[in-house]
């Protein structure tokens, strides 16, 4: 059973932008801090930024005044706002719910979608 999926990615050059969307049931979304991490064959998975169910944030300095992470509860779904982009911002990115990695509410990790950025 999909609990939540994302979507957004692409292939963008580097200087542009993409939104990501992470839709989730209401029942598992509403309530919850959620966050967005990312993963790439030479690295391991990486927080990339957090929002609590207040709508406070919090971003890894990597992506600082680049990305923006928002929510809409109404519609449970979580966006990243990416501007700006690297080709260090290469990587498939996934949602979770929690706000730290090692959070006691992440679930199964979903399936993730790929952002590959052009130089």
């Known amino acids: 059973q999909v609990q939540f999926v994302e979507t957004g990615g692409g292939l963008v050059q580097s200087g542009g932008s993409l939104t990501l969307s992470c839709e989730a049931s209401?029942?598992?979304?509403?309530?919850?801090?959620w966050a967005w991490y990312r993963q790439s064959p030479r690295n391991q998975r990486e927080l990339v930024a957090s929002?609590?169910?207040?709508?406070?944030?919090n971003y890894a300095d990597s992506v600082k005044g680049r990305f923006t992470i928002s929510r809409d509860n109404a519609k449970n779904t979580m966006y990243l706002q990416m501007n700006s982009l690297k080709p260090e911002d290469t990587a498939v990115y996934y949602c979770?719910?929690?706000?730290?990695?090692?959070?006691?509410?992440?679930?199964?990790w979903g399936q993730g979608t790929q952002v590959t950025v052009s130089s």
């Open positions: 979770n719910r929690g706000i730290t990695p090692d959070s006691p509410f992440a679930l199964s």
């Open positions: 209401g029942s598992i979304f509403n309530g919850f801090g």
């Open positions: 929002i609590t169910y207040g709508h406070v944030t």
